[in-house]
């Protein structure tokens, strides 16, 4: 069990910490944020799992 909750917690540690992201705002491109990153779209993509270029407002986006 202990195993397990630290796993967990290191994992939530690493996203809101460790990796940038961005939380998509009504309007945003997704090459307009590759931009302001300065990461390739499919980079963005990869790092999210995606297959299409749609994004919905409130999305978070992990940055690469």
């Given at each position: 069990p202990f195993g397990f909750i630290f796993s967990l917690f290191f994992s939530l540690f690493q996203f809101l910490f460790l990796w940038p992201h961005h939380i998509v705002a009504k309007g945003d491109p997704l090459w307009g944020?590759?931009?302001?990153?300065?990461?390739?779209?499919?980079?963005?993509?990869?790092?999210?799992?995606?297959?299409?270029?749609?994004?919905?407002?409130?999305?978070?986006?992990?940055?690469?």
């Open positions: 944020i590759s931009r302001r990153y300065k990461v390739s779209v499919d980079a963005i993509k990869k790092r999210n799992g995606m297959t299409s270029d749609f994004l919905r407002p409130g999305d978070s986006l992990r940055i690469p």
